[in-house]
């Protein structure tokens, strides 16, 4: 992992003295202006420390390491200045959140051990981010299997969508795409609380009745008081409850000012993709979706529909489209996607159509293969993989 670290300061002589007496230690780069600095912060980074002077024209230390702050939050932060007042220190910490108010001039000792202490803790938060990003996630989405087998009207679809979002938040280059991913993954674990028969008549784009439609928009509100009090979940648990009504569709996905702001474009992601899943569900074409979602367009995130287009996967080629199998259980590999219903032998309901298979899933059909017996064979979809263009 590249440990990068920035100076920014007006005076080249002093950056000059920095690189040539630091560089044997660790990883430099330099910028003359905070313009300049916060260019290659979203650039050039990640920068796992940056090191700014107090006193520069146009953006000063701590307005600058206020923007580096939203651009870069894992990044360690450390404020170098010969105005040592109060106020100063009080704006930087308050507003950059500093790690370190070091004072000109500053012994290259000094200056060293407090770069070394920035990286060490650059380190634990990265460490902390990839636990939340991988053990976090896979636990979640280890669950919503589970919950996707007894729950299959509700869960059914949430890791297709997820990965989705995850596709739309790593190409606006969001920090801490993971919420994202999990808030889409639990969108509707407040469904646990509703009736089967509502989320099935939801699913087949039925008329509910007025108790129906109130039953079923309070959903969002229990996920998020199912998930509030989970360290760490509290923004996953906020996007979850706003993501059927959305609001601020005009937000910028690159102007994110504040939690809120994520909170609200989180929700907007939500809404989209699990819509734009559901129209795919039901016409079978990534073409037709978009243009459904289009025709709707008044209810999304312009910025978020446009970038709907560039990332969803285009429709296979008409001969590939329609590669559908018919097996029996013993056939069957993760990684396929049911295109029925699968039954056991007695005609109760085990898997949903349009469920990827996966080992979870795979376990239960063997499972009720070798006691009550499943209907087969049934259908399934192939995923499809383009052959590669072969050089000329």
Known sequence: MSEKVLFVDDDENILRGFTRRLQGQFELETATSGLQGLSMVVNQGPYAVVVADMRMPQMDGIDFLGRVK????????????GNADMRTAVDAVNRGNIFRFLTKPCPIDALSHSLEAALEQYRLVMAEREL?????????????????????????RT???AHLVGKMATALELPDVWQYKVATMFSQIGCITLPPEILQKVNRQEPLTDQELEMFAGHPAVGQQLLAHIPR???????????????NLSLSPQNLSS??????????????????????TMRGSSRAALAAVQAQATRYNTHLLTLLETVTEPDPNPEAKNITLWVRVRDLEVGMILDQD????????LVQA?????LSVLIRLRNFAKGVGVREP?????????EPVPAE
Do not use: C, W
């Open 70 to 81: 939203v651009y870069a939050p894992h990044t360690v932060r450390i404020m170098l200045t």
């Open 132 to 156: 939340l990003e991988k053990t976090l996630s896979g636990t979640i989405k280890l669950l919503v299997e589970l919950l996707g087998l007894t729950m299959p009207e509700a869960f059914s």
């Open 159 to 161: 890791n297709r969508v």
């Open 233 to 247: 979940l509290e923004t996953v648990a906020a996007m979850i409850e706003k993501h059927q009504q959305p609001t």
């Open 259 to 280: 939690d809120q702001d994520k909170i609200t474009l989180g929700a907007q992601l939500i809404n989209l993709a699990l819509d734009f899943d559901q129209h795919l």
């Open 342 to 349: 699968v039954m056991s032998a007695s005609g109760g309901f």
């Open 354 to 358: 349009d469920q990827e298979v996966t």
């Open 378 to 386: 049934f259908r399934v979809r192939l995923p499809v993989v383009e």
